[in-house]
């Protein structure tokens, strides 16, 4: 007992870690990479072990010449790793998500200080990246293979190294088609089957397509209480809201409406690239800013814009606003709430002074 | 239906680890010597009205307060003062203490018992028995009981919110009566018409006990309040019971409330009705090391070696890796075992290399955890940038003054950084600054 630990309280912590965090979102990961396999065969899944091994790769190494204290362990990279497997159509060349990897860990987090200080999500930077170097391998989608035949697991392998995809195996993504529906004013959920779109059968990001698979995570990572969960449900309410809006004069409201939740990466990236937490706000007045602004970016993307990654785009952007939002400032507890008769007192005096300075100044004229 | 309780917003659930609820409330033996420290409450220091060499009874004063927000010391047992000197307290500070060598004889000078007091006899009883406020502050009741204007709501706290820390539960549970007359007599010298007695939910017994004591009167009734930290916060509780928001930098009298601990209430019932100064209260003594924990009536200066000695049972004092006075979330860690109990000290915890593992702080991830889970709305990322940057003015900026270091910022913490440490840092910086 010579040597008591002295030091300033609390005395205890809370078994929360950063690893056990990023464990979290991995497992909440899982069922998307398992519809992925499901869905596309193994292909996919080698993309994501390269993409994950490019990552954590890059940040030992980052670290190592920097002279900074290895920070690998915490897992952080593997989940930047997978998050951007699953945002790639699931049939690129293999050497895309490692350049992608690479630039979001290096570029866009480590340059930045590393974990928490990025500025904007390095998955979805990394994305938009890859989007501007090679549009053409980045914008073509194959469709689900048919897994009765156990050997199209390894259905693309073959197709991995080619950079355009024979047009027999593309397809087109429901919201591509929702796109010419809005200039042709035409029903934009003709041919596409909601279960279809639930379930992930239809072209799309490898892990993104199916909204079941990232529902579960979602609701895991919300049950583990790791993400903010207002985020998520802020987003994808302001997204049915502003599409409801935009939409008002089609004449196909409902069908724009479920299509727009159901297609395109809206539920990942509600779930698990806004919430990222070095890039978004944390008191409840910036995150419901930051929720609609999501939204409403979404939205006007996808029906103005002429790409469809309203998602990546709209979050990208808030992402930026984030360090203004933060700035917003919070009154400690108890600090007594302007009344609403005082405030439109405050406003009534305001006005009547302006009032009898108008009507003196216009005595004077007179 | 743990939601359907009155409780505060945002917070923390760190484990209950109340692992000595159920364990009797049992008399300390009396050590043989004793060091009263003169200085257990907020405000200057009693001055000591006895000298080496004297004979003193038990609950006879030997400190006399040294100001208006002061409280009187009163011997804890009969015996011969042997020393005046300087020592460490609980707190980690220095101030006198008399050492009293116990002649086990049991010789007592308590007041004469009241009978239907009046306001101004509580107050003033209360003051010459020296009672302060039990839950950890310690300041001085007389004052708490004389406010300018008349409350509406006398509120006692039974929250006892902090881990491990059982004293107060087995003190509503066992002694509801007393509780419940002293909250009557203080309701009376405030003049405040209700008196309620927040109790968190998992603290059923203790309510059963109260709701008893109370007999469905409408003057005094227990309240039912969520599990959860820091629920005893003042503010905090204030709002739960009344739905009332104390202003920053304000006090509960400013929303009409009055707040006091319901061992403090104890006090007062024992002074009035027995005339018995504030010289013993109830002390849990827990922690993985501690071999015989329990909840102990002890006296005041009962020193902290004699308290592990009595409790050590089969435990080794080697495997000891702190010391606890006060609870996990906000008590003071000790240096050694020198110092003794006060009026203020609730619980001491042995504290073994599992229970307070070290850990050493790794960058932030910006979660918003501390953010989102600050009773008081702070943010406590911010507040530490700024403090590792050295810019004090702008954590003042950020109402670093109205944090009340409950711990939960450093407690929820991911990457473990000393997010209250720094706002304690900057608050100490702030204030040196301005003299």
Same mark, same amino acid.
């Not at chain 2, 060091?35 to 009205?49: C, D, K, M, N, T």
């Not at chain 2, 227990?222 to 916060?233: C, I, N, S, W």
């Given at each position: 007992m010579k040597n008591l630990r002295v030091s300033s309280s609390p005395h205890i912590t809370s078994p929360a870690t950063t690893q056990r965090i990023m464990l979290d979102v991995i497992i909440a990961l899982c069922p998307a990479v398992l519809a992925m396999v499901l869905l596309y065969g193994f292909y996919p899944l080698f993309l994501t072990v390269l993409s994950v091994s490019s990552a954590v790769f890059c940040e030992w190494v980052f670290n190592i010449i920097t002279k900074r204290t290895q920070t690998t362990r915490d897992l952080s990279a593997v989940v930047t790793g997978i998050i951007l497997a699953l945002n790639l159509p699931p049939v690129v060349p293999f050497y895309v998500p490692i350049v992608g990897a690479a630039f979001a860990i290096i570029v866009v987090k480590m340059l930045f200080g590393g974990i928490g200080r990025n500025f904007a999500n390095p998955a979805i930077t990394a994305r938009i990246f890859l989007m501007l170097a090679w549009t053409g391998v980045m914008t073509q989608f194959v469709l689900p293979v048919d897994l009765s035949d156990g050997a199209n697991l390894f259905a693309y392998f073959r197709q991995g190294v080619e950079i355009s995809l024979p047009d027999a195996i593309t397809t087109a993504t429901p919201l591509q088609g929702v796109k010419e529906a809005i200039s042709s004013g035409t029903d934009p959920s003709a041919g596409l089957s909601a279960l279809d779109m639930f379930l992930g059968r239809i072209g799309g990001s490898a892990g993104e397509v199916s909204t079941l698979a990232v529902l579960i995570g979602g609701v895991y990572l919300a049950v583990r209480r790791v993400i903010d969960v207002k985020i998520p449900v802020l987003y994808i309410g302001s997204t049915a809201l502003f599409t409801a809006i935009f939409f008002a004069d089609s004449g196909y409201v409902g069908e724009y409406v479920w299509t727009y939740l159901l297609g395109g990466g809206l539920m990942f990236g509600a779930f698990f690239m806004?919430?990222?937490?070095?890039?978004?706000?944390k008191t409840p007045v910036a995150v419901v800013i930051y929720g609609l602004g999501l939204g409403f970016l979404t939205v006007v993307i996808r029906k103005y814009g002429t790409m469809n990654e309203g998602v990546s785009f709209a979050i990208l952007l808030m992402n930026i606003v984030t360090p203004l939002l933060e700035k917003i400032k919070r009154k400690p507890f108890g600090t007594p709430h302007k009344d609403v008769k005082e405030l439109a007192a405050a406003v009534r005096a305001k006005f009547a002074k302006k009032q009898t300075a108008v009507e003196e100044g216009g005595e004077r004229v007179e | 239906?743990?939601?359907?309780?009155?409780?505060?917003?945002?917070?923390?659930?760190? @484990?209950?680890?109340?692992?000595?609820?159920?364990?009797?409330?049992?008399?300390?033996?009396?050590?043989?010597?004793?060091?009263?420290?003169?200085?257990?409450?907020?405000?200057?220091?009693?001055?000591?009205?006895?000298?080496?060499?004297?004979?003193?009874?038990?609950?006879?004063?030997?400190?006399?307060?040294?100001?208006?927000?002061?409280?009187?010391?009163?011997?804890?047992?009969?015996?011969?003062?042997?020393?005046?000197?300087?020592?460490?307290?609980?707190?980690?500070?220095?101030?006198?203490?008399?050492?009293?060598?116990?002649?086990?004889?049991?010789?007592?000078?308590?007041?004469?018992?009241?009978?239907?007091?009046?306001?101004?006899?509580?107050?003033?009883?209360?003051?010459?028995?020296?009672?302060?406020?039990?839950?950890?502050?310690?300041? @001085?009741?007389?004052?708490?009981?004389? @406010?300018?204007?008349?409350?509406?709501?006398?509120?006692?706290?039974?929250?006892?919110?902090?881990?491990?820390?059982?004293?107060?539960?087995?003190?509503?549970?066992?002694?509801?009566?007393?509780?419940?007359?002293?909250?009557?007599?203080?309701?009376?010298?405030?003049?405040?018409?209700?008196?309620?007695?927040?109790?968190?939910?998992?603290?059923?017994?203790?309510?059963?006990?109260?709701?008893?004591a109370c007999g469905g009167a409408?003057?005094?009734?227990?309240?039912?309040?969520?599990?959860?930290?820091?629920?005893?916060?003042?503010?905090?509780?204030?709002?739960?019971?009344?739905?009332?928001?104390?202003?920053?930098?304000?006090?509960?009298?400013?929303?009409?409330?009055?707040?006091?601990?319901?061992?403090?209430?104890?006090?007062?019932?024992?002074?009035?009705?027995?005339?018995?100064?504030?010289?013993?209260?109830?002390?849990?003594?827990?922690?993985?090391?501690?071999?015989?924990?329990?909840?102990?009536?002890?006296?005041?200066?009962?020193?902290?070696?004699?308290?592990?000695?009595?409790?050590?049972?089969?435990?080794?004092?080697?495997?000891?890796?702190?010391?606890?006075?006060?609870?996990?979330?906000?008590?003071?860690?000790?240096?050694?075992?020198?110092?003794?109990?006060?009026?203020?000290?609730?619980?001491?915890?042995?504290?073994?290399?599992?229970?307070?593992?070290?850990?050493?702080?790794?960058?932030?991830?910006?979660?918003?955890?501390?953010?989102?889970?600050?009773?008081?709305?702070?943010?406590?990322?911010?507040?530490?940038?700024? $403090? $590792?940057?050295?810019?004090?003015?702008?954590?003042?900026?950020?109402?670093?003054?109205?944090?009340?270091?409950?711990?939960?910022?450093?407690?929820?913490?991911?990457a473990k950084r000393p997010l209250v440490q720094a706002i304690r840092l900057a608050k100490k910086t702030l204030k040196e600054r301005r003299k």
């Open positions: 806004a919430t990222d937490y070095a890039t978004s706000p | 239906m743990q939601f359907a309780f009155r409780t505060f917003g945002r917070g923390a659930h760190p @484990p209950a680890s109340k692992f000595t609820a159920n364990v009797p409330l049992a008399e300390f033996d009396a050590p043989e010597l004793l060091r009263v420290p003169l200085s257990q409450h907020i405000g200057a220091p009693a001055v000591p009205v006895v000298e080496v060499g004297d004979t003193v009874a038990a609950g006879q004063p030997i400190g006399e307060s040294g100001g208006f927000v002061s409280a009187r010391v009163h011997a804890p047992v009969s015996g011969r003062v042997t020393a005046v000197k300087k020592g460490v307290t609980p707190t980690g500070a220095q101030c006198v203490h008399i050492e009293i060598e116990n002649d086990f004889e049991g010789r007592t000078a308590f007041l004469p018992p009241l009978d239907d007091p009046t306001p101004d006899m509580i107050r003033e009883r209360v003051r010459e028995c020296g009672i302060v406020g039990m839950g950890g502050a310690g300041f @001085p009741t007389h004052v708490k009981l004389a @406010p300018k204007t008349a409350p509406e709501f006398f509120l006692l706290n039974g929250a006892e919110c902090e881990p491990y820390i059982t004293c107060d539960c087995r003190l509503m549970t066992e002694r509801a009566e007393e509780i419940v007359r002293g909250a009557r007599l203080m309701a009376k010298a405030v003049g405040a018409g209700v008196a309620l007695i927040g109790v968190e939910s998992n603290k059923k017994g203790a309510y059963a006990a109260l709701e008893k409408d003057d005094v009734r227990p309240v039912l309040l969520r599990t959860k930290y820091p629920q005893g916060a003042e503010k905090q509780m204030v709002f739960a019971l009344t739905g009332r928001r104390v202003p920053p930098g304000g006090l509960p009298a400013d929303v009409g409330c009055v707040v006091d601990n319901v061992h403090t209430a104890y006090a007062v019932a024992r002074a009035v009705d027995m005339g018995e100064p504030l010289i013993s209260r109830a002390v849990t003594v827990g922690g993985g090391e501690t071999g015989a924990p329990g909840n102990f009536f002890m006296p005041v200066g009962t020193p902290f070696s004699f308290v592990r000695e009595k409790t050590r049972g089969e435990r080794s004092d080697e495997d000891i890796v702190k010391v606890i006075s006060g609870g996990p979330m906000m008590g003071v860690a000790q240096s050694g075992l020198d110092a003794c109990v006060s009026k203020t000290t609730s619980s001491l915890l042995f504290f073994g290399a599992k229970e307070s593992a070290a850990t050493s702080p790794t960058q932030c991830i910006n979660c918003g955890r501390c953010i989102r889970q600050c009773p008081m709305k702070l943010s406590p990322r911010d507040i530490e940038k700024a $403090v $590792v940057a050295g810019d004090f003015p702008r954590t003042e900026e950020l109402y670093v003054t109205d944090c009340m270091e409950c711990g939960v910022c450093s407690y929820v913490c991911p």
